[in-house]
């Protein structure tokens, strides 16, 4: 299969491109920078934003193209950041639609990264993908206009994957969550009630191969573990693993004075189930918070 990725260079994308190389499949990197992206394997290609614009029948047979394109949203959300997080993405989007209108034979699906965040925070209530989307906060309506412009793309079979928090040893949350646990210093940030909806890096990229390859998959996927956790319960499960006390509380005022806006990534939550991926039949290698922490100290 002839996949293209953009994104690729990212936490998740070097994951995933490695995972599509490792069973056979020949990826397309689309980037900014072709220096980024390291290509020594013999069916791995990278092209730059400008040829994809200027020579799309270089892509022509793709089969899928995975869109991971977007500034981090691990920043400070200052006036300037917030417009690179939500311009970056819909451009991107425009320019998949622009390469998808050129081909002659358009790829078969376009998985589209998107957000839990579309849910909003709560501390009760559950959410699947049958949850109406609202827009109450940045993130939110970052997630709003980012899925209008991957509906704009005109696919023939569009995955909007609504994507939770990611845990690696490689790059996402997880280094700097468990970085107080290895100083003994760990504890629950906040109330410790709000709910976190995470998912292994490894189960992540398995369930994009997955959509990619099962046709019955279009539409809004949570790409979350089937066991959400509180933020107290995601601290106690570091602290088992790394053999470390969860003792040492981060007061939310504290939170919100180092990150600002940020904070609420990690002040509020939601408690999201990827029903949709349960339903089509994928099998979780991660599907508890004790099993993913494991592996990631195990790794670290």
Same mark, same amino acid.
């Given at each position: 299969?002839? #996949?293209?990725?953009?994104?690729?260079?990212?936490?998740?994308?070097?994951?995933?491109?490695?995972?599509?190389?490792?069973?056979?499949?020949?990826?397309?990197?689309?980037?900014?920078?072709?220096?980024?992206?390291?290509?020594?394997?013999?069916?791995?290609?990278?092209?730059?934003? &400008?040829?994809?614009?200027?020579?799309?029948?270089?892509?022509?047979? #793709?089969?899928?193209?995975?869109?991971?394109?977007?500034?981090?949203?691990?920043?400070? +959300?200052? &006036?300037? !950041?917030?417009?690179?997080? %939500?311009?970056?993405?819909?451009?991107?989007?425009?320019?998949?639609?622009?390469?998808?209108?050129?081909?002659?034979?358009?790829?078969?699906? #376009? %998985?589209?990264? *998107?957000?839990?965040?579309?849910?909003?925070?709560?501390?009760?209530?559950?959410?699947?993908?049958?949850?109406?989307?609202?827009?109450?906060?940045?993130?939110?309506?970052?997630?709003?206009?980012?899925?209008?412009?991957?509906?704009? %793309?005109?696919?023939?079979?569009?995955?909007?994957?609504?994507?939770? %928090?990611?845990? /690696?040893?490689?790059?996402?949350?997880?280094?700097?969550? =468990?970085?107080?646990?290895?100083?003994?210093? /760990?504890?629950?940030?906040?109330?410790?009630?709000? +709910?976190? *909806?995470?998912?292994?890096?490894?189960?992540?990229?398995?369930?994009? !191969? @997955?959509?990619?390859?099962?046709?019955?998959?279009? /539409?809004?996927?949570? =790409?979350?573990?089937? &066991?959400?956790?509180?933020?107290?319960?995601?601290?106690? !499960?570091?602290?088992?693993?790394?053999?470390?006390?969860?003792?040492?509380?981060?007061?939310?005022?504290?939170?919100?004075?180092?990150?600002?806006?940020?904070?609420?990534?990690?002040?509020? /939550?939601?408690?999201?189930?990827?029903?949709? !991926?349960?339903?089509?039949?994928?099998? @979780?290698?991660?599907?508890?918070?004790?099993?993913?922490?494991?592996?990631?100290?195990?790794?670290?």
């Amino acid at each position: 299969m002839r #996949i293209a990725v953009t994104g690729g260079s990212g936490f998740i994308g070097n994951a995933l491109v490695q995972y599509f190389l490792d069973r056979g499949d020949e990826v397309w990197v689309i980037t900014r920078s072709t220096g980024r992206v390291e290509h020594k394997h013999p069916k791995l290609h990278v092209i730059s934003w &400008e040829d994809v614009q200027s020579k799309p029948e270089r892509l022509e047979g #793709i089969h899928a193209i995975v869109n991971l394109a977007g500034e981090s949203i691990n920043q400070r +959300w200052t &006036e300037d !950041a917030k417009e690179r997080i %939500i311009k970056s993405r819909l451009t991107a989007a425009e320019k998949l639609g622009k390469l998808v209108r050129a081909l002659q034979r358009k790829p078969d699906v #376009i %998985i589209n990264a *998107s957000g839990i965040s579309t849910y909003g925070s709560s501390e009760t209530s559950t959410f699947d993908e049958s949850s109406p989307m609202v827009t109450t906060d940045f993130l939110s309506s970052v997630v709003h206009r980012w899925e209008a412009a991957a509906d704009a %793309i005109g696919a023939k079979r569009l995955v909007k994957l609504r994507v939770g %928090i990611v845990l /690696g040893t490689e790059g996402g949350a997880f280094p700097k969550m =468990a970085l107080p646990y290895r100083l003994f210093a /760990g504890g629950r940030m906040g109330s410790g009630k709000q +709910w976190l *909806s995470w998912i292994h890096v490894e189960d992540i990229v398995r369930l994009i !191969a @997955y959509c990619i390859d099962n046709d019955e998959l279009q /539409g809004p996927v949570n =790409a979350t573990a089937p &066991e959400p956790v509180t933020n107290e319960e995601f601290g106690k !499960a570091i602290g088992r693993a790394m053999k470390r006390p969860h003792w040492m509380p981060v007061p939310a005022f504290m939170l919100k004075l180092l990150l600002g806006e940020l904070s609420a990534l990690l002040l509020e /939550g939601q408690r999201v189930l990827p029903q949709r !991926a349960i339903d089509a039949g994928f099998r @979780y290698d991660y599907p508890t918070i004790d099993a993913a922490m494991d592996s990631l100290v195990s790794t670290s």
